[in-house]
T-cell receptor, first 110, second 117 residues
Framework: GQQVMQIPQYQHVQEGEDFTTYCNSS?????IQWYKQRPGGHPVFLIQ?????EVKKQKRLTFQFGEAKKNSSLHITATQTTDVGTYFC??????????FGKGTKLSVKP | NAGVMQNPRHLVRRRGQEARLRCSPM?????VYWYRQLPEEGLKFMVY????????ESGMPKERFSAEFPKEGPSILRIQQVVRGDSAAYFC???????????????FGQGTRLTVV
């Protein structure tokens, strides 16, 4: 079945350093979504990318969708302690279900 | 517009008991998804429902687990004869009745933390 893979699983950074998480799908995606889950919280939608090669920015966050629509990345510039949490990418499966990667857990040392 | 409501937030059950988890989607949403999350792990898809229909249950164990989304009332995830391995956070998400659900986001509830003792 369709799989969505994310690396790395964990990332520890010093506050102010940059952070990147990568997402790869076993199949071409119609779109890709990114979610953030704070410790003890629930996933919250961040953004959706639809077009091949699309790049979107939200303040210090930059999201990219690969040309082949099979991979994506999330880059955070100059991390802050408020960025702590797990970042998930997700793609829609053929049956209409939303399939999540295993996530990248980000910890930020002040 | 209230968000996705899940209850209870925390549920403790003894081995062999039944667990019932409820999810009320956002107003106007007719698509519901259930996910299971083990500690320090990702979100594992379980089941996708629309009103009165199970669309995809490929992620749900064949035994002891069932889900429904009736015409009236919340969606229910039911786990019979719970075992310790069922301990996890169960999240429900909903999305609107867009003709193409692939172009919309999913809104998550706060989850039910199930502990089996």
């Amino acid at each position: 079945g369709q799989q969505v893979m994310q690396i790395p699983q964990y990332q520890h950074v010093q506050e102010g350093e940059d952070f990147t998480t990568y997402c790869n799908s076993s199949t071409t995606l119609s779109n890709i979504q990114w979610y953030k889950q704070r410790p003890g919280g629930h996933p919250v939608f961040l953004i959706q990318l639809v077009k091949s090669g699309e790049v979107k920015k939200q303040k210090r966050l930059t999201f990219q969708f690969g040309e082949a629509k099979k991979n994506s990345s999330l880059h955070i510039t100059a991390t802050q302690t408020t960025d702590v949490g797990t970042y998930f990418c997700a793609g829609w499966g053929s049956q209409g279900n939303l399939i999540f990667g295993k996530g990248t857990k980000l910890s930020v040392k002040p | 517009n209230a968000g996705v409501m899940q209850n209870p937030r925390h549920l403790v059950r003894r081995r062999g008991q039944e667990a019932r988890l409820r999810c009320s989607p956002m107003k106007g949403h007719s698509h519901v998804y259930w996910y299971r999350q083990l500690p320090e792990e990702g979100l594992k898809f379980m089941v996708y429902l629309q009103k009165e229909n199970i669309i995809d249950e490929s992620g749900m164990p064949k035994e002891r687990f069932s889900a429904e989304f009736p015409k009236e009332g919340p969606s229910i995830l039911r786990i019979q004869q719970v075992v310790r391995g069922d301990s996890a956070a169960y999240f429900c998400a909903s999305s609107p009745p867009n003709p193409d659900p692939r172009v919309t986001e999913a809104f998550f509830g706060q989850g039910t933390r199930l502990t089996v003792v």
